[in-house]
């Protein structure tokens, strides 16, 4: 991956409806247009990891993979969505241009070397329950495969039941392995199952805790979007609003220039 970019990697949790889809990819689309940032459009097709089987999990593979691939050609953006299974990768490769590693799953040896041997990009997830220096291992299973396209994601750790916390400490000791640190603004805040079965959160401190990434020097910022949060079929409760998004990057420009200046 280039050095000094910013991303910016957002869309819906997951996919609700091809018409929603495309909407929220276009609006950000727009709203990324005038600012120096490397826009990546994700939602997933699938969310293999819902605490309740009663939760929606998505169109699946068969259905949601036309529908990624149909913004990416219509809008001209490159596209993420995360594999549970190393079978999902070989229908996936051709469409996505980020493949992403799920935390849970961030030490599944043979779904990393598959991901990575398709030499696109891999976002790998620091898992909750993994210390960042670790995450040197999770490395080099991806780069025994040649691939050096790598990201790193941290999205919190676990603290008790139900909550997570962010160790900024971890965006600096996870750039000293030499690939861009992105902080999962959204995934952050969850409250895992803390709502009888749904995760909850705390939307609130999204805007916030962003601004203090970009002050530690992240890469990028992962966030989950939507027009109408509170009705999201996944995440509803971090999902951060559509109409927010550009004022909050513009303000994330203006923390990463200033720390550029020192």
Same mark, same amino acid.
């Given at each position: ?20 889809? #495309?909407?929220?990819?276009?609006? @950000? ?15 997933? *097709? ?9 939760? *929606?999990?998505?169109? /699946? ?18 596209? @993420? ?22 935390? *849970? ?5 043979? @779904? ?22 670790d995450m040197q291992y999770v490395i080099e299973k991806a780069e025994s495969t040649g691939n050096k396209n790598i990201l790193l994601t941290e999205r919190g750790a676990c603290f008790g039941y139900n909550n997570l916390v962010v160790d900024f400490r971890s965006?600096?000791?996870?750039? =000293? *392995? ?22 909850? /959160? ?21 966030? =989950? ?16 609003? #559509?109409?927010?998004?550009?004022? @909050?990057?513009?303000? #994330? ?10």
């Amino acid at each position: 991956m280039e050095k000094n970019k910013f991303y910016f990697i957002a869309g819906p949790c997951i996919i609700e409806d091809k018409r929603l889809t #495309l909407d929220i990819a276009a609006y @950000l689309k727009e709203a990324v247009a005038n600012l120096p940032v490397t826009f990546i459009f994700k939602a997933s *097709f699938d969310k293999a990891n819902r605490t309740s089987l009663r939760s *929606f999990r998505g169109p /699946g593979l068969k259905k949601g993979i036309p529908i990624l691939e149909e913004v990416k050609k219509k809008l001209n953006i490159p596209v @993420l969505s995360d594999v549970h299974c190393s079978h999902q990768i070989k229908e996936l490769k051709d469409v996505l241009d980020v493949i992403q590693i799920p935390a *849970f799953l961030c030490r599944q040896t043979d @779904l990393i070397i598959e991901a990575a041997k398709t030499k696109k990009t891999v976002n790998i997830k620091k898992g909750q329950f993994l210390s960042p220096a670790d995450m040197q291992y999770v490395i080099e299973k991806a780069e025994s495969t040649g691939n050096k396209n790598i990201l790193l994601t941290e999205r919190g750790a676990c603290f008790g039941y139900n909550n997570l916390v962010v160790d900024f400490r971890s965006f600096l000791i996870m750039k =000293e *392995f030499g690939y861009p640190v992105i902080y999962d603004a959204t995934h952050s805040l969850q409250k895992p199952s803390a709502l009888k079965g749904v995760s909850g /959160g705390d939307r609130a401190f999204i805007a916030p805790l962003s601004r203090a990434a970009c002050a530690c020097g992240v890469d990028g910022i992962f966030m =989950e979007v939507h027009p109408d949060p509170k009705r999201a079929a996944s995440d509803a409760s971090t999902s951060y609003p #559509l109409d927010k998004v550009k004022p @909050l990057l513009k303000e #994330l420009m203006r923390i990463r220039g200033a720390i550029a200046r020192g």
